[in-house]
Each structure stands twice: as C-alpha cells, then as structure tokens.
C-alpha cells in the first residue's frame, strides 16, 4: 500500500523524469542548428516560408493574375527610372549625407566635452 506522500514523490519523479526527456529533446534541436547541416537546413526552410507566398502569384496566369501585372509594371518604372547616371548621383547624395552627419556629429561631441571641461576643471581645452 502506498502512503499518500511516497504517491506524491512518485508523481514528483515522473513530473522530473519528463522535463529531462524535454530538456535533452530542446538540446538535441540545439546542437542540430548549430551544425553546418543544421544552418543549412534552417535556411533552406526560411527561404521556403518566405517565397512559398509570393510563388502562387507568380505561377498564376498573367491574365487573370494582377499581382504578376502589377509587378511588371513595377519593374517596367523602375528599369525606366533608374539609369547609371542616377544610380551614381543617388550614392553621391547618400554619402554626401553621411559624411555631413558624421562631421556633425563628431563635432557636437567635441563641443560636449569642451564645455564639461569648462565646468569641470575649470579651464578650456581645444
């Protein structure tokens, strides 16, 4: 006959018992994505989630489908749009931009720690 607490230490054990099995299971999964086959493997399968969608589009008849239309005429503008000349100046902008962030900023920080000087120590610093 089993008392009521040795019952309650046996579900204690099985309740255990189970979190382990679970616990090596997560660890096995682990160690797979981990591995070179793993990486691979998950991103074959995220590919797949990501394109599966738009495939139907895509295998759909043109006639009857408006997201294959719609895309066309997308990629019609913008290879229309979009020459070397304008692909160089839009670059040209972005990195012009950049650069004058980047001094912007370098200079606000300098000026920062001019003035914390001053405050601090009492003098000025260049």
């Known amino acids: 006959m089993l008392t009521a607490f040795s019952r309650e230490k ?3 054990v099985i309740r ?8 090596t299971k997560v660890q096995k999964i682990k160690n797979f994505l981990m591995s070179t086959k793993g990486k691979i493997a998950a991103g074959v399968a995220s590919a797949t989630a990501v ?5 139907t589009a895509f295998c759909a008849d043109p006639a009857v489908s408006e997201a294959v239309t719609a895309a ?3 990629m019609g503008r913008l290879t229309a749009v979009l020459n070397i000349t304008n692909i160089v100046a839009i670059l040209g902008a972005g990195i012009t931009a950049c650069a ?5 900023w ?6 920062v720690r001019m003035l914390m000087g001053v405050f601090k120590k009492g003098k000025l610093s260049i």
């Open 10 to 12: 046996q579900k204690v």
């Open 100 to 104: 004058g962030l980047f001094l912007a």
């Open 106 to 111: 370098w200079g606000a920080r300098k000026l």
């Open 51 to 55: 394109l599966a969608p738009a495939s």
């Open 72 to 74: 066309e005429t997308l």
């Open 16 to 23: 255990l018992k189970e979190r382990r099995k679970t616990a």
